[in-house]
């Protein structure tokens, strides 16, 4: 658990020591005296409390995805277009971002339609 996921006054164990979150960012020990807590510090919490759920996973629809894509791959084709001097370089770059187009949809476990 994150320090900044407990309540103030929530005990917890930090390098093997007792303390209680007094501030957002301090917390004072058992022994007297306060520590500031790193954010990145994981924490085991005390008196039961148990930790968050975890975020929901996000999810994208496979339509969505595929609808932006699309779009993307319509203006980086736009720029593929002849309208360099270099004939033989833009068919190049075409073949190259078809390539890239494939790969992508294959990582998804999809074939391009």
Same mark, same amino acid.
């Given at each position: 658990?994150k320090f900044q996921q407990?309540?103030?006054?929530?005990?917890?164990?930090?390098?093997?020591?007792?303390?209680?979150?007094?501030?957002?960012?301090?917390?004072?020990?058992?022994?007297?005296?306060?520590?500031?807590? @790193?954010?990145?510090?994981?924490? /085991? @919490?005390?008196?039961?409390?148990?930790?968050?759920?975890?975020?929901?996973?996000?999810?994208?629809?496979?339509?969505?995805?595929?609808?932006?894509?699309?779009?993307?791959?319509?203006?980086c084709l736009g720029l593929?277009?002849?309208?360099?001097?270099?004939v033989l370089r833009a /068919?190049?770059?075409?073949?190259?971002?078809?390539?890239?187009?494939?790969?992508?949809?294959?990582?998804?476990?999809?074939?391009?339609?």
């Amino acid at each position: 658990m994150k320090f900044q996921q407990l309540p103030l006054g929530a005990r917890f164990e930090y390098e093997g020591k007792i303390y209680v979150k007094s501030g957002p960012l301090t917390a004072s020990s058992q022994t007297g005296g306060q520590k500031m807590i @790193p954010r990145f510090a994981v924490l /085991r @919490p005390l008196d039961g409390q148990p930790p968050p759920p975890a975020p929901p996973a996000r999810c994208l629809e496979e339509v969505v995805v595929r609808s932006a894509f699309d779009a993307f791959y319509a203006d980086c084709l736009g720029l593929c277009q002849d309208q360099e001097s270099d004939v033989l370089r833009a /068919r190049t770059r075409r073949a190259l971002l078809e390539t890239a187009r494939e790969r992508f949809f294959q990582a998804l476990g999809k074939a391009p339609e």
